[in-house]
């Protein structure tokens, strides 16, 4: 097959895109064996585009001959919702000085939320994601928050597509979905717990820009200690709007184009 694919009418691009994506889901090296099997690419291609992208900074070869992301791809990540994060990041950690909370800002990327920034409480709480990372829409208050308030075809086409258990809580009964984000929008907040993390309870309301939906905002507690979750709204809604004004500036869906579209499958 001509050039080495598996699958008829990959590109060099959609080969290279399979290639790092590899590491999307691993924190530890990779041999090449196990690179071509996640790209699903033959051997040959693999070695060959590791070789280019290792040349390139963005892969690393370790001595034991297994390869990881190169710093490279973290500098060029930085850049990604920088201008957004570096204006909220200092009302996310006032949001956090205030309520002593794992305090989190993300935004909606295709059918997931992209944490864009995160200040870690001192109070032990299971982790699901880091900055940079992604999180589920249907079973995080943050994530429903990006449902219930986004437009209606965004929640229509999210409830079309397979409901993923994160854990025994979790929502994956579209219907059951649906109607939470009506209760969430009528009351402006969303409580999630331990749906994405067993011992996590969250609460989130939206941020707002230029009148639309731009972001949402919330802290994470430990489920023990979760009991009257509303006393964080007033520190939460007046940290949204803080954000939504000094963010008021930045064209936000230039900036972060992505999550208005929803090509991908959903991996939470």
């Known amino acids: 097959m001509a050039g080495g694919n598996r699958t008829p009418g990959r590109t060099v691009t959609s080969k290279v895109i399979a290639v790092l994506g590899a590491f999307e889901t691993s924190t530890r090296p990779l041999g090449l064996t196990e690179i071509a099997e996640l790209a699903d690419l033959p051997a040959s291609t693999t070695h060959r585009l590791v070789n280019e992208l290792t040349e390139g900074g963005l892969l690393t070869r370790k001595s034991d001959g297994r390869y990881q992301l190169g ?30 909370e794992t305090s989190q800002l993300v935004v909606r ?53 397979k409901l993923s258990a994160a854990t025994e809580q979790s929502v994956t009964d579209p219907a059951v979905l649906a109607e939470q984000l009506k209760e969430i929008r009528a009351q402006g907040y969303s409580i999630s717990v331990d749906e994405q993390r067993i011992g996590a309870t969250s609460i989130a309301v939206p941020v707002w820009h230029t009148g639309s939906l731009g972001a949402a905002i919330g802290v994470v507690v430990p489920t023990s200690q979760s009991t009257n979750l509303e006393r964080f709204l007033p520190v939460l809604q007046a940290t949204s709007q803080r954000i939504t004004k000094a963010t008021a500036h930045i064209p936000l869906d230039t900036l972060l184009a992505s999550h208005r579209n929803m090509p991908r499958k959903s991996r939470s």
């Open 109 to 161: 990327d295709n059918n997931e939320a992209l944490l864009i920034d995160r200040v870690y409480g001192s109070k032990r709480v299971p982790r699901s994601s880091r900055v940079g990372g992604r999180l589920s829409l249907h079973s995080t208050a943050v994530g429903k928050i990006l449902l219930a308030f986004d437009e209606p075809w965004v929640r229509d086409s999210y409830l079309k597509l």
């Open 71 to 100: 710093l490279r791809i973290w500098e060029l990540a930085q850049n990604t919702g920088r201008q957004l994060r570096d204006t909220a990041k200092p009302y996310v950690q006032d949001l956090y000085s205030l309520t002593g």
